[in-house]
């Protein structure tokens, strides 16, 4: 089955601006990407999504190329609160469209 | 609002028991969507409804696992009989969408243990 891949872990300091890579080479035609961030026994929050090019908030980036085959979360000046997993979440066309979470990349931001 | 709510926060039942879990979605939202999270598996979509009407149910394990959504409000997910390998932490998440552009807000999660 297609998958959606991050990788398993990063390490930074605070003050350094952090990029997580997904890449989903099977993303849905009509799909968004959306990242998620989660802390230890808590839901998945929503943190942004795009669907092509840049999108930026408040809390951070989303790269997206034209072929849309990954995406690439930044966070901007990392602190220590920003310690956590993860998520990008898009839809595999392979699988009729069914929304894939990533495995998830745990951020570990020192001081 | 109070965001989405589930019920039971934990669950520990033994092996051949049914277990039903319970999701309040937030109002208004109209799709629902029932996730399980293990550290092998990661975060896997079960099922998820729209307008109350299951759209798909391709990520539901075996016969064991069956999920309702009776009104807007209020909806279900049964495991019976139980066994251990159910074990994990069961989400339910809740969004208003457009199109395929989802933004789902994620409840606390019911933990379950079977024994």
């Known amino acids: 089955l297609a998958k959606t891949t991050q990788p398993i872990s990063m390490d930074s300091y605070e003050g350094q601006e952090v990029n997580i890579t997904c890449s989903h080479n099977?993303?849905?035609?009509?799909?968004?990407i959306t990242w998620y961030q989660q802390f230890p026994s808590q839901g998945p929050r929503f943190i942004i999504q795009?669907?092509?090019t840049k999108v930026t908030n408040e809390v951070a980036s989303l790269f997206i190329p034209a072929d849309r085959k990954s995406s690439t979360l930044s966070l901007p000046r990392v602190s220590l609160s920003d310690t956590a997993v993860y998520y990008c979440?898009?839809?595999?066309?392979?699988?009729?469209?069914?929304?894939?979470f990533g495995q998830g990349t745990e951020l570990s931001v020192k001081p | 609002d109070a965001g989405v709510i589930q019920s039971p926060r934990h669950e520990v039942t033994e092996m051949g028991q049914e277990v039903t879990l319970r999701c309040k979605p937030i109002s208004g939202h109209d799709y629902l969507f029932w996730y399980r999270q293990t550290m092998m598996r990661g975060l896997e979509l079960l099922i998820y409804?729209?307008?109350?009407?299951?759209?798909?149910d391709s990520g539901m394990p075996e016969d064991r696992f069956s999920a309702k959504m009776p009104n807007a409000s209020f909806s279900t997910l049964k495991i019976q009989p139980s066994e251990p390998r159910d074990s994990a932490v069961y989400f339910c998440a809740s969004s208003l969408t457009s199109g395929r552009r989802y933004e789902q807000y994620f409840g606390p999660g019911t933990r379950l243990t079977v024994t």
């Open positions: 979440l898009v839809g595999d066309s392979n699988q009729g469209g069914k929304l894939i």
């Open positions: 795009g669907y092509k």
């Open positions: 099977n993303i849905a035609t009509n799909d968004y």
């Open positions: 409804f729209n307008n109350n009407v299951p759209i798909d």
